[in-house]
């Protein structure tokens, strides 16, 4: 079955700090990635993708994730964390063979102290 | 805005009573996706279209719910015999099918069953 699993349920870190948030993934394909961002009461938006190649992959507001095959991980990560970075971040994976649907982690909720 | 909408953003009903609600995609993507968010869990897959044609429902598509994409454009989905265990945010997505696939996220319905 697949699923995707990201084992920090919030993380609170100061402003300026970095971030890295954990996913990690069990699939019977090979996987498209996905990070996506929900504020709250809104809907979700891709922060970034990998579908092949580079395994690290550069997204919108500074964010980076690198696909390690061999750990069956896509972690996120920004140098340098802004209040407006606070928000839920899921993980996510998709394959065309089961007709791109995607399959959610639980997701992180972010804090940032100031 | 061309953008994908759903309509509408919110609806309260009570237990027993029939909902319906409205998924506008991007206008030129042929496929549509219905997710579901309960409170602190990601989203899950309930179904989606390739143009008029429904190609996977999931299991946690009861026989309650139903859901259409008459013309290839727009989609609703039904849910007869509202639970409270309806109580969710109802997610659509829109893509373009194909090798690789990025959807895009309306901003939700929000559903409370009293």
């Known amino acids: 079955a697949q699923s995707v699993t990201q084992p920090d349920i919030h993380i609170t870190v100061s402003e300026g700090a970095s971030l890295e948030l954990r996913c990690n993934y069990s699939y019977g394909a090979t996987p498209y990635l996905f990070w996506y961002v929900q504020s709250p009461g809104q809907g979700l938006q891709l922060l970034l993708k990998y579908f092949s190649g580079d395994t690290l992959v550069q997204g919108i507001k500074g964010f980076e994730a690198e696909f390690k095959r061999s750990q069956s991980s896509f972690n996120l990560r920004k140098p340098s964390v802004h209040w407006s970075d606070a928000a839920e971040y899921f993980c996510a994976v998709a394959a065309r063979e089961y007709g791109n649907k995607l399959v959610f982690g639980a997701g992180t909720i972010l804090r940032v102290k100031s | 805005d061309t953008g994908v909408s759903q309509d509408p953003r919110h609806k309260i009903t009570k237990r027993g009573q029939n909902v319906t609600f409205r998924c506008d995609p991007i206008s030129e993507h042929n496929r549509l996706y219905w997710y579901r968010q309960t409170l602190g869990q990601g989203p899950e897959f309930l179904t989606y279209?390739?143009?008029?044609?429904?190609?996977?429902k999931s299991r946690l598509l009861s026989d309650r719910f139903s859901a259409e994409r008459p013309k290839g454009s727009f989609s609703t989905l039904e849910i007869q015999r509202t639970e409270q265990g309806d109580s969710a945010m109802y997610l659509c997505?829109?893509?373009?099918?194909?090798?690789?696939?990025?959807?895009?996220f309306g901003p939700g319905t929000r559903l409370t069953v009293l």
């Open positions: 997505a829109s893509s373009l099918a194909g090798v690789r696939n990025e959807q895009f």
């Open positions: 279209f390739q143009n008029e044609a429904q190609l996977e």
